[in-house]
C-alpha cells in the first residue's frame, strides 16, 4: 500500500526544516532583517487581497495553502467554507480528486452584521476573516502548515460563542460519470465501459472525523497498459495508483461528533458529519491533519503545537518572499495591477512547494465548482477540463520556467521527478514498440509514463505501431522533454545544483531521438544520416501546430541547446563529452523562409498540414535562446515575429499563447509591454489570478507562468554570464526588484524616473557582467 506522504517526502521536508532553521539562525545572527528585507516586507503587504463583503458561491474563492496544500476560502451566508486539496491525491482513474469542503458555523454568528473583512495576507501565508455583529466581533485565521500537511482554522472572539465545523463529502457514495464529466479523469471522450468514482470511507471515531479514499487493485494503469500491448512488461512499470492511499482526520479542541446531515451545494448532494462545541468558548481551534488514518496520526494532532508551526509558517513565507520580488508603481493603475497579480500567482506556486506530484497547469490545488466556470458542466468539486493524473508537457513547462528567476529551485524538484519516476516506463514502451534505446515520452503523458488512452486511441489501422499515438493532434510530438532538460541543467547553472540523479533522464532523452530517428531513415533506406551527415527528423512535429514536419525548427532548436549546454559540465567525463559532440555534430541546421522580402525563422524545412495555432517558428528564441538581444540573427528573429503570417494569426495574450515572451526576449517594449499587461490583467474573477479557462480550465496556472516569463524577461535577460537589465522595460515603470541569475548570483535593484538609482549584486564580482539597457 502507498500513503501519498511517502518517506522520501517527509524526509524532504525534514531536510528542508533543518536548513531552515540553520537559515533562521544564521539570519538572527547577521541581522539580515535590516531596512532593506523590512521595506519588501512592506511592499508584499501592499499586495494583499481584501474583500469587504461576503462571496456568492466558491468561484470567489481564496486561496491559500503550504507544503503540498491547497485551500479555497470564502464567506457565504454567514458561514465559512474551505474546499481542501493536496497535491499527488490520484483516484482509480485518474482524477485528481479534492478531500473535501470543511464549513465553519458561529452561534452568535459575527458574520450576519454589517462589518465583514477577508484578507489574503502574503506576507506571512494566510487568510483572515473578521466579522462584528452588535457587540460581538470575532476573527477566523485560515492557516496550512508548511512543514506538515495540516489544516488550521483559528478562531477567537470578544464574547463566548459555540463553533460547529462540517465535514462535507460528495463522495458519501459511488458515481458513475458520464459524457464530459470524464474529461477529469484519463478516459476523457473514450471511456471503457462504466466509469465509476468510487467512494470514500468516512466515519466518527470518537470525537474525529476521519475519511479516506483507497484505490483498488485494477485501475486506468492497468487498461492503458492492456491497451498498448505492454502486459508482457506490466510487472517492470511503474505503478503510482496501485493502492494509492489518502484522506484525513479532522477535529477541534472541545469539539465532540454531533450527528450527521444531507445537503446539496449547487448540484452537487452531499453528506456532512459535524463536530460541535461541548460549551461556549472565546476561543476555538479546528485542524484537518490530511492523509491521518490511524491511532498514530491521531494521537499527532493531538500532540500538535500550532503555535510553534505558525511561527515557523509565517517564517518560511517571509523568506520566500524576501527571496524574489517585481514591484512596480506606475501612474497607470493596470501596470500596478499586473505586479500585483505576479505577486499573487507567486504565491499560488508557493503553495505546491513539496508537492509529490507538480502543479497542475489546469488548475493547480485551487478548482472550484465547475458550473461556475462554464453553466453546462454542473458536476462535483473534482472536476477540472484536460485530467488530473495526465500531464501536458507543452502546458506545465509555463508553470515551471518562472521559478529559475525567482530562485525557488527547490520548488522545480517535483516536476523534475515526476519525469524520472516515469523514465523506465518511457524506456520500456520503446524497447516494445521499436526494440530500440532511448526514452520516448508523449505530448499527453500519464502520470505512469504512457501516452493518454484517449489520445493514444481505440480505433487503430490493424498493424498500426503500438508505440505510435494515432492522433493528427500529437503525432510525432515527443521533443518537450527536451525543455525540462534544460530546466534541470539551469539548476546546475543557476544554483550549481547536483543534477547527477537526473543525468539518465537527460541522456535517455537525447539517445531516443538519436536512435529513433536512425530507425525510421533505416525504415526507409539505406542511410541513416542525409548527404551533409545529419539526422533526417522526420515525421515530426513542431509542437502541435505544423504536423508530419521535416526537421522541425523547435526540435532542432531543443537538441542544439541542451547538447551544446551539457558539453559546458565540469562533472561531465571525456567520453561523455564526445558522445554529445558527436551528436551535435548530425543535428541539421534551422531553415528559414521569407514574407515581405525579408528573412524569417521558418518552422520546420516541410510540413503537411497546420494544427493548431502555436508558433514554434520562434521557439529558438524562447525556450531556447538562440536569437534575441545582443545574439546573431537578432534582426532575422524580429522579421519572424513581425511578418510571419502564421505568427500574427495566432497572436493573442490568453491562457499558454507566449507572445508577450517573445517580444521580450527580442527587445520589443512597447509589444512585450503591452501584452504582458493583458496577461497579467485582473482576470475578471473576484480573485484576481483566477484566470481562465482560456484553452484549459480555471485558475489557468500555464496563463499566470507565461505571464510571469514575460514580465521577467522584460527586466532581466541572461546570456551566458552576461546580465541584460531592462532589455524591455519601459522607462516610466518604476521598479524596485530581486531576481536570480546563473552561477549562484542575485541580482536586487531599484528604477526610479528612468534611471538605476540602486544596484546590489551577490557576489559583487558579477558586477562586470552587467549591462544595463535602460541606459542605451
Known sequence: MKVINSIQSTVRRKVYKANWLLYFIGSAFLCLCDSQIAHAQQEIAKNNVVWTSQSNNSAESMPVGGGDVGLNVWVEKGEVYLYLSRSGTFDENNTLLKLGRVKLKLTPNPFTGSTFKQELLLKDGYVQILGTDGKLNAQVKV??????????LDVKANQNIIAEASYESWRYEDRITKGKENNQNSYKWAPQGLVKTAKDDVAFKGNQIEFIHENKAETVFDVVVKQQGLESYKTRLYNPLKKLKFGGVMQGKGLVAAGTYIGQYLSTPFKAWVLKSKKASKVHQISVLLNGQDNKTANALEQYDAGQSFAATKNWWNHYWNRSFIYINSPDSNVNQLSKNYQLFRYMLGCNAYGSSPTKFNGGLFTFDPQLTDTALKYTPDFRNWGGGTHTAQNQRLVYWPMLKTGD?????????FYLNILKNAELRTEAAWNHQ??????????????????????????????????????????????????????????????????PLIESSLTFFKEHYHYLAKQRGAKALDANGHLVLYPGSAAETYKMAYNATSTIAGLKTVLERLLELKSATTTQKKAWQDMLNTIPPISFREFAGKTTISPAKLWERINNTESPQLYPVFPWGIYGMGKPGLDTARNTYWYDSDVLKFRSHIGWKQDNIFAARLGLTEEAARLTTLKLKNSGRRFPAFWGPGYDWTPDHNWGGSGMIGLQEMLMQCDGKK?????AWPKDWDVHFKLHAPYQTTVEGVLKNGKLTDLKIIPEWRKADILNMILQ
Open 143 to 152: 492557516w496550512v502548515d508548511v512543514f506538515k500537511p495540516i489544516v488550521n
Open 409 to 417: 529551485f527547490e520548488m522545480m524538484k517535483p516536476q523534475f521527478d
Open 438 to 503: 532511448g526514452a520516448s515520452f508523449s505530448e499527453q503523458i500519464e502520470n505512469f509514463g504512457l501516452p493518454n488512452p484517449a489520445e493514444y486511441g481505440w480505433k487503430r489501422p490493424a498493424g498500426y505501431n503500438q508505440g505510435m499515438e494515432y492522433n493528427a493532434w500529437l503525432e510525432y510530438e515527443w521533443d518537450t522533454i527536451l525543455e525540462f532538460c534544460m530546466m534541470i541543467l539551469e539548476t546546475e547553472r543557476y544554483n550549481g545544483q547536483n543534477i547527477q540523479t537526473y543525468m
Open 723 to 727: 546580465i541584460i537589465l531592462f532589455p
